[in-house]
């Protein structure tokens, strides 16, 4: 298994950065997707999507999608 840890990076893969964007808006936690040495550290997200406006608005909207499916879940148990 391959490992992703570069804090330092000011570009990123957009294939990490979609599996993360998906895995978000399932509604895992980012500290649990980044807890995968698959996955970059949450600071190099945070780098990233300060870096990029596009992937912030991608990761916000993930985590609406993410807490909106949450809600509906809770309002119907």
Known sequence: M???????????PPVIADAIIAKVASGLALGQIC?????PCKQTFYNWISDDPMLSKRYADAVRAAIDARTQEVSHE
Request: aromatic share 12%.
């Open 2 to 12: 391959s490992t992703y840890r570069n804090a330092g990076r000011k570009t990123y």
């Open 35 to 39: 807890e995968d040495r698959a996955m």
